[in-house]
Nanobody, 123 residues
Framework: QVQLVESGGGLVQSGGSLRLSCAVS????????IGWFRQAPGKEREGVSC????????YYQDLVKGRFTVSRDNAKNTVYLQMHSLKPEDTAVYYC????????????????WGQGTQVTVSS
């Protein structure tokens, strides 16, 4: 079992940048794939990005590809989501979630979730 805590959200203007952090603790935190999901009011939760455990393979939703970068620092037990060229449609609560070993596109596959951090992008 692992615990996750997101941080780094905030208010930025369109075109700006933010870096979100996900601190992972508990049993073997480096053995989990960490996915990033987001949910805006009235919209379905959607996958944003994911990084797998040992091989650190990364995945991105097409809408964020080229703008967002996911990485992990296993020494710090932290996963990052670096976001550039933010758009108003990126506004949402962002969650990190853990799944054993490998990434998956569907959020119900992830067993542990952080509390979420708000990202707001103004025009």
């Amino acid at each position: 079992q692992v615990q996750l805590v997101e941080s780094g959200g905030g208010l930025v203007q369109s075109g700006g940048s933010l870096r979100l952090s996900c601190a992972v603790s508990g049993y073997s935190p480096g053995s989990y794939a960490i996915g990033w999901f987001r949910q805006a009011p009235g919209k379905e939760r959607e996958g944003v990005s994911c990084i797998s455990s040992s091989e650190a393979t990364t995945y991105y939703q097409d809408l964020v590809k080229g703008r967002f970068t996911v990485s992990r620092d296993n020494a710090k037990n932290t996963v990052y989501l670096q976001m550039h060229s933010l758009k108003p449609e990126d506004t949402a609560v962002y969650y990190c979630a853990a799944r054993w070993r490998d990434c998956h596109y569907a959020w119900p596959e992830y067993g542990s979730w952080g509390q979420g951090t708000q990202v707001t992008v103004s025009s």
